[in-house]
């Protein structure tokens, strides 16, 4: 368990401190918050207020770096040099975090990202300090995770207070500024008696106050008092991971012995109660291939049966497909953790049912996959579309891997984790509401696709614009370009500088830097788009024609 006693050097009070103040940009920097807007351009319009909650934008990218910058030095202070090994990790870290800083995207999807940026942190300081729990890269990263989320941040939660007292008590300068500090803490409610009846004395030092309140924002004051508070677990939590992991205390928990004792005990239940029904749930497969197999692989030639529409023929078992196809992968880990193994580490017969079922679960992705295909060329993209075909692609890499193991032994956890962080970092990248609307224009424009769905374009984040400009110029159906007109020309975006930090980073800002797109309005100045894909002539041109 390595319960060793804390023991601090120096730069373990001042790093502390440091912390609390990440603890407060936490909140400050990645809570949703709520500005003045008009409908439809964020993700929760306030009628009635006429407020929109932003979802956090630079902000998070600001932090995750922040916190990478001072991992790499306070790391580094103690001894613990990148290697091989964690700087795909930080590589990883890094092209996360850009999504918040590129792209609008949706808060279910921001979510979902921060979550992983949290995990490949943990996973990179626990690879950085030499206190992962297998030592390689392995299907035990998971296991790092539950250790480093648990038992070294929780473990040494406290470790930030007892750092602020004894990282500095032999420094009589930190000890000083500390007291400074808890004294100016304690006078407060003085000093801002005396600054408010300084306020009403005088006109020209209430000007003066209220130019350093705007510039502080201080009309937040309530809301910064509250985030310094929050921000408090938070700050322990990071300092509990960064010390635990640079000084080896809590970090044996979980070990790879450890995890192999137990799933030594969980051998308990005899080989043919496991392998028989496998081998019944193969057979059913074989069959439903036998059986339906003219039906099924039809999708991959291109070929629509008859009295099929397309919608009918993909949605015609696609998410009972994917669903076989999830429980196999619980099947296959059933099988291998409960059954007993008798003296061979790798029981032919299990090898064999599981590679069989490996290699039919293959089959059934991929012929879910030719029928979200057919049915994606034939009716367009949509976000709910393009993140299913996302997890089958994630599915097919896991099975794959898996059928290769149940031929010959080897370390299978390693391409699972590569191909998982792969995707994942490919999906955020990707920026999928600018490949939705892309796709779905191209389609339309060039012919390929009989219409284009406006509803599923306007639902989308900001990276719909320049396609829907597209469609205001050469549209062939009128209905379809006034459409795209009026919804541009009812959009406007204004949002002050000094709100980026709130989240909205991505509002006029960000993209046009990233993409070096230099904007210009319409002529009556209520939208702005790419100009490279609008001008104040189609504009017009368009409005005419559509009207």
């Not at 339309?444 to 396609?467: H, I, N, P, Q, R």
Request: proline fraction near 3%; include cysteine; charge should be neutral.
């Amino acid at each position: 368990m390595n319960n060793r006693e804390y023991t601090f050097e120096k730069g373990d009070g001042a790093f502390a401190v440091f912390m609390l103040v990440c603890g407060f940009l936490f909140w400050e920097w990645l809570w949703p918050k709520s500005v003045p807007g008009t409908e439809g351009q964020y993700f929760d319009y306030n009628m009635m207020s006429g407020d929109l909650t932003v979802a956090p934008g630079l902000g998070v990218s600001l932090l995750i770096y922040t916190l990478a910058a001072a991992g790499l030095v306070y790391m580094r202070v103690r001894g613990h040099r990148q290697t091989a090994r964690s700087l795909p990790w930080l590589c990883a870290l890094a092209a996360g975090a850009l999504p918040f800083l590129l792209y609008q995207g949706t808060i279910g999807m921001h979510i979902l990202l921060f979550f992983f940026e949290a995990a490949v942190f943990l996973v990179w300081l626990a690879t950085t300090c030499g206190t992962t729990v297998g030592g390689r890269l392995s299907g035990l990263v998971f296991f790092d995770g539950l250790a480093q989320l648990f038992p070294v941040a929780f473990g040494n939660f406290t470790g930030l207070f007892r750092g602020l007292r004894d990282g500095t008590k032999e420094r009589e300068g930190s000890r000083r500024t500390l007291t400074g500090a808890l004294g100016i803490l304690i006078a407060l409610p003085v000093i801002c008696g005396v600054v408010a009846l300084l306020y009403a004395a005088d006109e020209g030092f209430a000007a003066l106050a209220r130019s350093i309140a705007e510039t502080l924002r201080l009309e937040n004051l309530g809301r910064y008092l509250i985030e310094a508070a929050v921000g408090v677990p938070v700050a322990c939590y990071l300092y509990g991971a960064f010390y635990g992991n640079t000084h080896g205390r809590r970090t044996g928990a979980i070990t790879e012995e450890g995890i192999a004792r137990s799933l030594a005990k969980a051998h308990r239940i005899p080989a043919a109660a496991v392998t028989a029904p496998v081998a019944v749930l193969c057979g059913f497969y074989v069959l439903f291939f036998i059986g339906m197999g003219r039906y099924l692989f039809s999708a991959f030639a291109g070929d629509l049966p008859d009295a099929y529409s397309y919608a009918e023929y993909a949605r015609k078992g696609f998410f009972e497909l994917c669903g076989v196809a999830a429980i196999n992968l619980g099947v296959l880990a059933f099988t291998w953790w409960f059954a007993k193994r008798g003296q061979a580490e790798r029981p032919k017969r299990l090898c064999a049912f599981g590679g069989i079922l490996s290699a039919l679960t293959i089959l059934l992705v991929l012929t879910a996959m030719s029928k979200m295909m057919l049915y994606i060329g034939e009716y367009g993209l949509t976000r709910m579309r393009v993140h299913t075909f996302w997890f089958m692609i994630l599915l097919l890499c896991v099975f794959a891997a898996l059928f290769v193991w149940h031929l010959r032994a080897y370390n299978a956890g390693r391409p699972i984790v590569c191909a998982a962080v792969a995707l994942v970092l490919a999906l955020f990248l990707a920026n999928t509401d600018g490949v939705v609307a892309r796709y779905n224009v191209d389609g339309y424009l060039s012919g390929k696709c009989e219409g284009v769905d406006m509803t599923t374009l306007f639902d989308l984040s900001d990276a719909k614009y320049a396609s829907l400009a597209r469609l205001a110029e050469e549209a062939p159906d009128p209905a379809v370009r006034s459409l795209a007109v009026n919804y541009l020309r009812g959009v406007k975006v204004e949002v002050p500088l000094r709100d980026v930090f709130d989240g909205s980073s991505y509002l006029g800002l960000v993209e046009p830097l990233i993409y070096n797109l230099p904007y210009k309005a319409l002529e009556d100045e209520s939208v702005r788009i790419p100009y490279m894909a609008w001008n104040r002539e189609s504009s017009a041109a368009a409005a005419t024609v559509a009207g």
